[in-house]
C-alpha cells in the first residue's frame, strides 16, 4: 500500500518538475504522469479505505497487478518510479505476458508499432511508397533538456484494396532530435534511414530530421492486405469469441466523505491531463494543482487506515481542506465548484469571496500587455490542408513559446507559456537553432492581421494573412 501511494506522490513530484520553469516544459510527462490515475485513483482510495492492514495489502496488491496490466509502458513507468523511491516494485507483481498483436472488430489483424530499426523499415518498402508521401503533420517539442518530434506522413498503398479507404498514415515519433530543417517547400518525397544509433529523415530537397532512436505505426484500416499485414494474420491467433473489453478497474463503495476526496482529485487530474491538447497547456496551472495535492498519496494512506468509520470521514475531509490551504484562494474556489457539482458535498470547505475581477479560467500568472523582445520556443507544429472524415481542413499552425514575465529585459519573476495558432500560413520555417534557448523575437504587423514572426534571426519564421489566434502581449 505504501508503495502505491507513492506512486501518486511521484506523479506529482513528476508533474511539478515538468512544469517548473516553462523553458524546459515537458508537455508530455504531464499528460503521462496524470493519465496514470485515470482508472486507478478510485481503486487506489479503496485500497486505503480499511483499518484491516492485512486487507489492506491485499487491496493494494489487486491494484497493482491492474495498473500493471494496462500495458507495457504504464508497466515501465511504475517500476521506475518505484525505482526512484526504493522500491522493487516487480517483487509485487505476476511476470509480465508477452505483447501479443491484436485483431479490430472484423477480425483483421492490426498493425503494432514498431521500435524505428534497418528492418523494420526495411519492411515497409513492399507495401507503401516513400518516395512520394506527403507531410500531413510535424510537430517538433521540448521534453525537458531533450527534443522530441512527431511526424505523420500519408503514404500510397502499393497494394491493392477491396474498397476505397482513407488514406494510409505513417505515423513516426522520434526521440533525442539532434537536428531538424523544414519548410513549405519540402513537403513531398521522403527518405527513412534507421541506423544502429541514428534515425534519418530526409524530407523533400532540403528538410531533415534526425534523433537518437524512435517508434512508427502505420494508421491503415486496409494494413491486413499488405505483405506485412499477412504475415502477421499467418501467426496472430484469432479474435476469440469472449468479449476483448477489459475488465473493470478493482474496488468497492467508497464513504461519502472518501468519495468526495477522490472526485476532487481525479477531476484535478483530468485537468492536468488536458494539456495533450496544446492549445490549453498554457491555461493549467500544473505547479499550483501539485503543490495543493503535494503529499496526497501519504495523506490518503494515513486518513483511510485509521479505526472507525466517523474517524475516517472526519479525516478525509481534513484531507481537502489541507488541500485547499496548500492551493490558496483562487484553488479553493474551484475545489468548491468541483465538490458541489461532481460529489454533492458544498459543505466541506467554505467558498472564499471573489475578487472583483475573477479570472474566467485556472490560469497561471497574470496577463502582460506588450509583444516581448524575447522568446523560448517550446513547441512548433504545423499541419497540411487535408480532409477528414468528410471535413476539410485548412492547413495550420501552432506555437508554443516561453516569454519573459514582462516585456522589460529587468522583469522578475517566473516566464509564462503561451500558445498562438493560424490558419493557412504562408511561410513556416524552423531549424533546430530556434530551440537553442531564449533569443530574440520579432513580430511584424498586428497579431489579428497580416503578421509574422521571427525567432532567433529565422531560425524559425511563420506569417500568416489572417493573423494570429491571440496576441503575446
Not at 13 to 30: G, K, S, T, W
Not at 212 to 226: I, N
Request: proline letters at 6%; aromatic letters at 6%.
Amino acid at each position: 500500500m505504501f508503495v502505491l501511494a507513492t506512486l501518486l506522490d511521484r506523479s506529482l513530484e513528476q508533474m511539478a518538475e515538468a512544469a517548473a520553469d516553462v523553458r524546459l516544459f515537458d508537455r508530455e510527462a504531464i499528460r503521462a504522469a496524470s493519465d496514470v490515475w485515470d482508472n486507478n485513483l478510485f481503486p487506489l482510495f479503496w485500497a486505503a479505505s480499511t483499518s484491516r492492514a492485512g486487507e489492506r495489502e491485499r487491496r493494494a496488491t489487486t491494484v497493482l497487478e491492474w495498473m500493471a496490466g494496462l500495458g507495457e509502458r504504464r508497466r515501465a513507468w511504475m517500476t521506475e518510479q518505484a525505482m526512484v523511491a526504493g522500491y522493487d516494485i516487480e517483487a509485487f507483481l505476476t511476470p509480465a505476458k508477452p505483447h501479443m498483436p491484436g485483431r479490430d472488430y472484423l477480425g483483421h489483424v492490426m498493425a503494432p508499432q514498431y521500435r524505428l530499426s534497418r528492418q523494420s523499415v526495411d519492411e515497409l518498402v513492399p507495401d507503401y511508397d516513400l518516395a512520394t508521401a506527403s507531410v500531413r503533420h510535424l510537430q517538433v517539442e521540448r521534453a525537458g533538456t531533450r527534443l522530441t518530434a512527431f511526424l505523420q506522413l500519408v503514404a500510397d498503398r502499393k497494394f491493392v484494396v477491396d474498397e476505397p479507404a482513407p488514406p494510409a498514415l505513417l505515423n513516426v515519433w522520434l526521440d533525442g532530435v539532434t537536428d531538424l530543417a523544414f519548410g513549405l517547400s519540402d513537403r513531398r518525397g521522403v527518405i527513412l534511414d534507421a541506423r544502429m544509433r541514428e534515425v534519418r529523415i530526409s524530407l523533400g530537397s532540403d528538410g531533415r530530421l534526425r534523433g537518437a532512436g524512435g517508434e512508427y505505426h502505420m494508421d491503415d484500416r486496409s494494413w491486413h492486405l499488405s505483405t506485412a499485414g499477412r504475415r502477421a494474420d499467418a501467426v496472430t491467433p484469432p479474435r476469440s469469441g469472449r468479449s476483448d473489453h477489459r475488465r473493470r478497474p478493482p474496488g468497492g463503495d467508497l464513504s461519502a466523505d472518501a468519495q468526495a476526496a477522490a472526485a476532487l482529485l481525479h477531476h484535478a487530474m483530468l485537468e492536468l491531463r488536458s494539456v495533450r491538447y496544446a492549445a490549453r497547456a498554457d491555461r493549467v496551472p500544473v505547479l499550483k494543482l501539485c503543490q495543493a495535492f503535494s503529499g496526497a498519496g501519504e495523506a490518503i494512506l494515513a486518513a483511510g487506515s485509521l479505526r472507525g468509520a466517523r474517524r475516517r470521514g472526519a479525516a478525509f475531509q481534513d484531507v481537502i481542506r489541507n488541500w485547499a490551504g496548500q492551493g490558496g484562494p483562487e484553488l479553493t474556489r474551484w475545489f468548491a465548484a468541483v465538490l458541489r457539482e461532481r460529489a454533492g458535498r458544498p459543505d466541506i470547505i467554505e467558498t472564499p469571496q471573489a475578487p472583483e475581477r475573477t479570472p474566467s479560467s485556472l490560469t497561471d500568472g497574470s496577463p502582460v500587455y506588450g509583444a516581448p523582445s524575447q522568446a523560448a520556443l517550446v513547441m512548433a507544429a504545423w499541419t497540411a490542408a487535408h480532409t477528414d472524415y468528410q471535413t476539410e481542413r485548412p492547413a495550420t499552425a501552432q506555437l508554443q513559446l516561453a516569454l519573459p514575465p514582462g516585456t522589460d529585459k529587468s522583469s522578475s519573476g517566473p516566464w509564462r507559456l503561451r500558445t498562438v495558432g493560424c490558419t493557412e500560413p504562408n511561410s513556416f520555417r524552423l531549424h533546430a537553432d530556434a530551440f537553442q534557448g531564449p533569443g530574440p523575437l520579432v513580430q511584424v504587423g498586428k497579431p489579428t492581421t497580416a503578421c509574422s514572426l521571427d525567432l532567433h534571426q529565422g531560425a524559425l519564421l511563420v506569417a500568416a494573412e489572417a493573423g494570429w489566434s491571440a496576441s503575446l502581449g
